[in-house]
């Protein structure tokens, strides 16, 4: 049977309608507007990491030209600080308390970038000078900026009164199980390292606009976010307001990857600023402000161990992680490190599990989600770990991995962490990825590349994440005067194309055209409410509840054009913006429907849907890489990726979100490092010494799926946005151990695997 694709509903590659505004330069920013008689805000921040401060004098800043107000830590005492209610349970039953974000601290700083004082002026650069007349004693004193070595007994504390760099500790798993399988082990295999800390580096740095719109007697914010819900709910409590009292916009947003979720200082101060001196306040960041305060992601140091039987068969797993959690508790911080050891055992049947997380302070910018959000960390563990369990029990990475995979017949599938895995196919998209990798020829590539004075080395991933959790995105739809179709949803496009894939689910109940469908977002006074982009959620969730919007608006039509041309309702079809009569030329357009009706309800459709639990997207990346002996380069020559995503929406915008994350991927494992000297100073705070990957880094993507429709989600749809980041990471990290490993005896090369750290692990395995 053939199966037709749709021209414009689900399951069909349709270009993405955002981008011609985009390529064109007619995208609208933050930093793009400027309201009549704006002022701008600048953040003068602390150049100590550790250390107390006495505030002289700022009588000098506002004497400065341009300068209309200048406010320090006591001037904003009213101001809450910023809190997280992500603190999880530990053993003892308890939640850890908290270290909260002063919106300009007082008296003490804890890492370089925090805030100390708000200047407003005519201009940024005025704002800028005048910041520097401020008169600030700063005590510096010791920092701790190492992840490892912040547990120290000689460690400095970050929070004296604490006595303790320690945050929490979680506890996942039952502990005497696993001691008893390892007891029993025929071999064990570990691994010890560190996750590096990353810069997310979005194109469009953070901005924000205050407004207090005194006729309506409330506040405007305007801010690239991840959702204006949840930005509405706590700006509006730090300032001691009602939600109600706080109308938030987000226009346009160049990138979100997670830290554009949270709600940062800047944007209590520029509302604070507003209402004070009565016009609008902008503050617009920099990028070497986004690499000192911008939330950070991963940083965690991390030994595991797995115990085996005589047939490579995993009996136990054993996990000891230290998360970084920075200077403060960001918004979601604790529970980052919790969610990611969920999925501890990932694809394989371990039967025993336990996992120890120590979160710890340091003097470091906060860290929080940053795309993946604890799962690709615990992949690149996990996919690190199963590598040298195949080296200990000498059979091949893609062997070990079939031993132990769950198996089709064991779904559903309940993990030690109690994560419910519905549905799965491992083995086959671990089988098609090595088919389309040419796995089988890969000793004759190796071959051929040490005729050239090359090291090849071939790896793989198998990864499954949890997203899309549970919970739902309502979605309400309209049709317009001129029979055009809004859509409004409370999800926060920042680079995906929602504009396009929300369309598709509308354009298909329909049968619209889908230039006829606009898709409205950000903007908390056009929609109630809304639960934001994150965790691969808008497409699964809010995709589902756009069709059936769509399908609740269609029926409307039929009604009101059934009634007009005096016909039954199931005797009308839609076609391309019309409602007909079956098998006649007699028809309304949908301007001409919307015009006869005579409630504005008949022209509102509304779809819910709820999902109660997470769908697990799922998939095998196999990376190729040659390294240069003599200088340590390492290129990546080929990369496949086979994928489950349950089913698929829109082709090309599902390989614009995988390539993605896949760059990002490869990124941590071979350029990026966020590097703080012993004193606590930022040492990669520009491009200059934090390398991005660039396009020449990176091969042709050889990328297809192999579905298998989740039972949680009613449109099958498991969500990808986080997905390439998952397993890109580990497939890049395995693919140049395996060329060391094989030339050298190497087990072992710590991310980012840069050419002086490829080059040093050669020469010093030389000479043993």
Known sequence: MTVLTPKFGMGASVLRVEDAAFITGRGRYTDDIAPESVLHGYVLRSPAANASFTIASVEAAKAAPGVHLVLTGEDVAHLADLKSGAMQKQPDGSRAPTRDIPILCRHRVHYVGDAVAFVVADTRAQAQDAAEMIEIDYQDEEAIAETARALDPAARLVWPDAGSNKAFVYELGERAKSDAAFAKATTVASVAFHNNRLVCNYMEPRAAIGEWRAAEDRFQLTTGSQGVHSMQRIVAGVMGVEPGKLHVVTPDVGGGFGPKTFVYREYPLVLEAAKRLGRPVKWTGDRTEHFLTDAQGRDNAVEAEMAMDGDGRFLALRVRLVANLGAYISQYGPFIPFVGATMSTGVYDIQALDVSI??????????????????????????????????????????????????????????????????????????????????????????????????????????????????????????????????????????????????QFVAEKLNLAIDRIRVRQGDTDELAKGGGTGGSRSIPLGGVSAARAGEDLAAKIRKLAADELEASAADIELIDGTARIVGTDRALDFASIAKAAKDPEDLKGFGEFVQTEATYPNGTHVCEVEIDPETGQTEVVDYTIVDDFGATVNPILLAGQVHGGIAQGIGQALTENTVYGADGQLISASFMDYAMPRAEDFPAFRFETRNVPSTTNALGIKGAGEAGTIGGTPAALNAVTDALWRAHGIRHIEMPATPMRIWQAIRDAATQ
């Open 358 to 503: 120590t979160g710890v302070y340091t003097n470091t910018c906060p860290v929080d989600a940053y795309r993946g959000a604890g799962r690709p960390e615990a992949a690149l563990l996990l996919e690190k770990l199963v590598d040298e369990c195949a080296r200990v029990a000498g059979v091949g990475p893609d062997e070990i991995r079939r031993r132990n995979f769950i198996r089709p017949e064991q779904f559903p599938y309940t993990t030690q962490t109690g994560r419910m895995y519905d549905v799965g196919e491992f083995e086959g998209h671990l089988d098609l990825a090595l088919e389309r990798a040419g796995w089988t020829g890969f000793e004759a590539r190796r071959a051929e590349a040490a005729a050239r004075g090359r090291l090849r080395g071939i790896g793989l991933a198998t990864y499954i994440e949890a997203c899309a959790f549970a919970g739902s995105e309502p979605a309400h739809v309209r049709l317009e005067g001129d029979g055009t179709v809004t859509v409004f949803i409370g999800t926060q496009s920042n680079g995906q194309g929602h504009a396009t894939a929300y369309a």
